[in-house]
């Protein structure tokens, strides 16, 4: 269901843009190869695809739980608050120091904090 999810992360993307979201490349820790965009590499973050999935399989979500293995990068986290927002629907990420309670009215548990 690559191409679902990939139309997701697409549709999601547009959104934060719309509400002024500036995807932040300093949260990249490489170089891009040519036909990478600094949107592109952010946008396949895992959590950002298990956001995506979850959309895809229930478009009407109105709650998401992931467990990732390796911290939550500031881009993924400011993103994450506006797709909450958004999407009106509660996003709890917990990552190897925390878990992040993202809520509907985009703010974190963590305030920020991690």
């Known amino acids: 269901r690559f191409k679902e999810i990939s139309d997701e992360i697409e549709k999601i993307s547009k959104e934060l843009i719309s509400y002024g979201h500036k995807y932040n490349s300093s949260c990249i820790t ?21 956001i995506a999935w979850n959309f895809v399989v229930n478009p009407n979500r109105s709650h998401i739980q992931i467990t990732k293995n390796l911290r939550v990068c500031g881009d993924c986290h400011e993103s ?33 904090c991690f």
């Open 30 to 50: 490489r170089s891009l190869n040519e036909n990478e965009t600094v949107e592109s590499v952010l946008c396949g973050h895992s959590e950002r695809l298990a």
């Open 80 to 112: 994450t608050k506006l797709i909450a927002n958004i999407r009106q629907c509660e996003i709890i990420v917990r990552d190897t120091n925390r878990i992040h309670h993202f809520h509907k009215n985009g703010q974190c548990s963590c305030n920020d």
